[in-house]
């Protein structure tokens, strides 16, 4: 995500995330995918049981299609 926009996201909260992708021109749906598997990135690293091999599975295949959605997001200039 920060490759796409060119600047980093990682002090953002979600919230910030989800208004900086609007305003950088991400379509409402995708920046919805994007918020929603960071988060359940997020969650799995710090929740206590180990991941199951079909929530991994799940996971990756989301990862990898966001990815290619991504891969066709072109980003709006920063606005000072």
Request: aromatic fraction near 4%; charge should be negative; avoid cysteine.
């Given at each position: 995500?920060?490759?796409?926009l060119?600047?980093?996201?990682?002090?953002?909260?979600?919230?910030?995330?989800?208004?900086?992708?609007?305003?950088?021109?991400?379509?409402?749906?995708?920046?919805?995918?994007?918020?929603?598997?960071?988060?359940?990135?997020?969650?799995?690293?710090?929740?206590?049981?180990?991941?199951?091999?079909?929530?991994?599975?799940?996971?990756?295949?989301?990862?990898?299609?966001?990815?290619?959605?991504?891969?066709?997001?072109?980003?709006?200039?920063?606005?000072?």
């Amino acid at each position: 995500v920060e490759g796409r926009l060119g600047e980093s996201i990682g002090s953002l909260t979600q919230s910030e995330l989800r208004k900086r992708l609007l305003e950088r021109g991400m379509t409402p749906e995708l920046a919805q995918k994007v918020v929603a598997e960071l988060e359940a990135a997020e969650f799995a690293r710090f929740s206590a049981s180990a991941a199951q091999a079909p929530e991994m599975e799940a996971s990756l295949a989301r990862a990898r299609a966001l990815v290619g959605e991504l891969d066709r997001f072109a980003a709006k200039p920063l606005e000072d």
